[in-house]
T-cell receptor, first 118, second 110 residues
Framework: GAVVSQHPSWVICKSGTSVKIECRSLDFQATTMFWYRQFPKQSLMLMATSNEGSKATYEQGVEKDKFLINHASLTLSTLTVTSAHPEDSSFYIC??????????????FGPGTRLTVL | LAKTTQPISMDSYEGQEVNITCSHNNIATNDYITWYQQFPSQGPRFIIQGYKTKVTNEVASLFIPADRKSSTLSLPRVSLSDTAVYYCLVDSEYGNKLVFGAGTILRVKS
């Protein structure tokens, strides 16, 4: 159980285009989903927290107009990188925290999406 | 969110037991300790979570002393495939986001 998928697993795009990445919790409902970015040989950096049916909360320094997050259901969140540029090339990882009746469960991570902007 | 500190890297040989210690001096009463493993170009994988004393599952053990200011992840008889980055995180019972530190790079040699 507790499987999180991401699509696509990798994407190459031209500078100036927009790219959408999907994150799905396959066998549980997620109260909250998170988006991280990871550059080579660095740790994961939290970009934003996404709650179903409400606006995402962005971490300091993350441009909300550039990284659009939509959390339309309890099993799906999307991250759209708008007008991508080469410096946006990175490994994007989502995670989801299962919805429990009481307390909380740990986060489960997707396999990641490698974005390369030419 | 309690900050965690762990060694930058560790080396081991196949078949040995590896212990990675993490300090979290500011851990709160409702916080849990969670460890993740990450291979290159993959998302982190949950290893184990604990609150106090000892927790064991099929892949690892987690030792947490009474003051809970530190924890030790124990990997029995490591193999080459255990070479990865290991992250120690503090997660609140009512918590939300996780903040990743630098992690520990474990290199297992033959």
């Amino acid at each position: 159980g507790a499987v999180v998928s991401q699509h696509p697993s990798w994407v190459i795009c031209k500078s100036g285009t927009s790219v959408k990445i999907e994150c799905r919790s396959l066998d549980f409902q997620a109260t909250t989903m998170f988006w991280y970015r990871q550059f080579p040989k660095q740790s994961l950096m939290l970009m934003a927290t996404s709650n179903e049916g409400s606006k995402a909360t962005y971490e300091q320094g993350v441009e909300k107009d550039k990284f659009l997050i939509n959390h339309a259901s309890l099993t799906l969140s999307t991250l759209t990188v708008t007008s991508a540029h080469p410096e946006d090339s990175s490994f994007y990882i989502c995670s989801a925290r299962p919805r429990l009746l009481r307390g909380t469960d740990t986060q489960y991570f997707g396999p990641g999406t490698r974005l390369t902007v030419l | 969110l309690a900050k965690t500190t762990q060694p930058i890297s560790m080396d081991s040989y196949e078949g040995q037991e590896v212990n990675i210690t993490c300090s979290h001096n500011n851990i709160a009463t409702n916080d849990y300790i969670t460890w993740y493993q990450q291979f290159p170009s993959q998302g982190p994988r949950f290893i184990i979570q604990g609150y106090k004393t000892k927790v064991t599952n099929e892949v690892a053990s987690l030792f947490i002393p009474a003051d809970r200011k530190s924890s030790t992840l124990s990997l029995p008889r490591v193999s080459l495939s255990d070479t990865a980055v290991y992250y120690c995180l503090v997660d609140s019972e009512y918590g939300n986001k996780l903040v990743f530190g630098a992690g520990t790079i474990l290199r297992v040699k033959s």
